[in-house]
């Protein structure tokens, strides 16, 4: 179920192995309060918000007794999913977004396109298998989620960095960027911006 009003957006997926409930506004402030079950995730959704100044609520609960995965994939469709909603038909928005973030030794990239073509260019590599208790590789799972669900091109690049945490950090926080650039409004655009005239 999804409501939106404005440029905002909530909603509720209830599926046998999550619950999640997620309230998303475009034009906030970067108030951010997510518990997810999965702390590692739970802190890099708050760095997304607060760098994309997007207001974002999360509460879910998972199967993750049994591991993060149904958790980490189902919080990507919903956020994708709301984005979705929250842009409508993406009239008068900038379209396209990137930004560079540093986090010590990491430097990362990330570069969007919200034209309804999903597409994930992911090229990060991370020599942990984990931090803390959380899997690195579901780190993709959640970008190919978001995607999908978002009609989002979106392509992530780890320019150089070591430590694993420093990597993901800067990642979400330069996706937070990059997606605020996407989705702010233009007054120049008139309907979605693009030579077709649709995306």
């Known amino acids: 179920m999804v409501e939106t009003a404005g440029r905002k957006a909530s909603l509720q997926r209830?599926?046998?192995?999550?619950?999640?409930?997620?309230?998303?506004?475009?034009?906030?402030?970067?108030?951010?309060?997510?518990?997810?079950?999965?702390?590692?995730?739970?802190?890099?959704?708050?760095?997304?918000?607060?760098?994309?100044?997007?207001?974002?609520?999360?509460?879910?609960?998972?199967?993750?007794?049994?591991?993060?995965?149904?958790?980490?994939?189902?919080?990507?469709?919903?956020?994708?999913?709301?984005?979705?909603?929250?842009?409508?038909?993406?009239?008068?928005?900038?379209?396209?977004?990137?930004?560079?973030?540093?986090?010590?030794?990491?430097?990362?990239?990330?570069?969007?396109?919200?034209?309804?073509?999903?597409?994930?260019?992911?090229?990060?590599?991370?020599?942990?298998?984990k931090i803390g208790s959380f899997d690195v590789s579901l780190a993709k799972e959640f970008f190919r989620a978001l995607s999908l669900h978002a009609g989002l091109t979106l392509h992530v690049d780890l320019l150089h960095g070591e430590n694993g945490h420093h990597i993901l950090e800067a990642v979400f926080k330069a996706l937070g960027r990059a997606l605020a650039a996407a989705a702010a409004s233009n007054r120049r655009v008139s309907g979605q911006l693009s030579s077709k005239g649709m995306l």
């Open 14 to 129: 209830t599926t046998k192995e999550t619950d999640i409930q997620l309230a998303l506004a475009l034009d906030g402030t970067g108030k951010a309060t997510v518990r997810t079950g999965v702390g590692f995730l739970d802190h890099m959704l708050i760095l997304l918000a607060v760098h994309g100044f997007f207001d974002l609520e999360i509460t879910a609960r998972g199967d993750v007794e049994v591991d993060d995965h149904h958790t980490v994939e189902d919080l990507g469709i919903c956020l994708g999913q709301a984005f979705a909603q929250a842009l409508g038909d993406k009239s008068g928005i900038n379209r396209y977004g990137h930004a560079y973030v540093p986090m010590d030794e990491t430097l990362a990239r990330v570069c969007v396109d919200f034209s309804n073509r999903p597409f994930l260019h992911y090229q990060v590599e991370v020599k942990e298998h």
